[in-house]
């Protein structure tokens, strides 16, 4: 069975600094890993998403993600934090083979920004 | 305008009473699931659909029904059976296997 660990419940950083959130996954085969951010009372939005290819992806906002194959890991990269960035994270695996189109998420981590 | 709708925004109901929490999209998608989430725990998939009058049980399903009549609608039924029902639920939808979900807002149900 899959599953999914996001090591740090809250995280805080200043505005303008890097930011960066760790996912590890744990999946037999070839993984489907996604990002998604989610607002306070509100639905998840997908931030970015790795099937295969290239393994450093870019997505919205200005984010990205690494996918390291021998580290079990995909982990979320944002250069300069702004303040809108404030939110809840989390990482998600699914399963690359037909008639298993579950996810797995992790349990999130909350992200603050200060000043 | 193509999206997920989920409503109520806010549900309140008395213990011991059924509720019925809706879920329509029309992006064309086959697959849609329900969530439930609360506090430090993630996601907890209840139930998921792929096709037109089928659908399965996920992780947490007791406590939960569902029926799927219409590709458009999956709505999910909290059961008096159901011993925690006080949590933010979201439905999602998907293309297919190789896609990403798609979210609805929630719906935030307050059982007292």
């Known amino acids: 069975a899959q599953s999914v660990t996001q090591p740090d419940i809250h995280i805080t950083v200043s505005e303008g600094a890097s930011l960066e959130l760790r996912c590890n996954y744990s999946?037999?085969?070839?993984?489907?890993l996604f990002w998604y951010v989610q607002s306070p009372g509100q639905g998840l939005q997908l931030l970015l998403k790795?099937?295969?290819?290239?393994?450093l992806v870019q997505g919205i906002k200005g984010f990205e993600a690494e996918f390291k194959r021998s580290q079990s890991s995909f982990n979320l990269r944002k250069p300069s934090v702004h303040w809108s960035d404030a939110a809840e994270y989390f990482c998600?695996?699914?399963?690359?083979?037909?008639?298993?189109?579950?996810?797995?998420f992790g349990t999130g981590t909350r992200l603050t920004i200060i000043p | 305008d193509g999206g997920i709708t989920q409503s109520p925004k806010y549900l309140f109901r008395k213990e011991g009473q059924n509720v019925t929490l809706s879920c329509e999209q029309n992006?064309?998608?086959?697959?849609m699931y329900w969530y439930r989430q609360d506090p430090g725990q993630g996601l907890r998939l209840i139930y998921y659909?792929?096709?037109?009058?089928?659908?399965q049980k996920g992780d947490i399903a007791e406590g939960y029904s569902v029926s799927r009549e219409k590709k458009e609608s999956f709505p999910l039924t909290v059961t008096s059976a159901q011993k925690n029902p006080t949590a933010f639920y979201l439905c999602?939808?998907?293309?297919?296997?190789?896609?990403?979900?798609?979210f609805g807002p929630g719906t935030r149900l307050t059982v007292t």
């Open positions: 992006l064309n998608h086959d697959a």
């Open positions: 659909s792929q096709i037109v009058n089928d659908f």
């Open positions: 998600a695996v699914g399963a690359a083979n037909f008639g298993n189109e579950k996810l797995t």
């Open positions: 790795y099937f295969s290819g290239d393994t």
């Open positions: 999946y037999g085969a070839t993984p489907y």
């Open positions: 999602a939808t998907t293309r297919g296997p190789r896609y990403e979900q798609y």
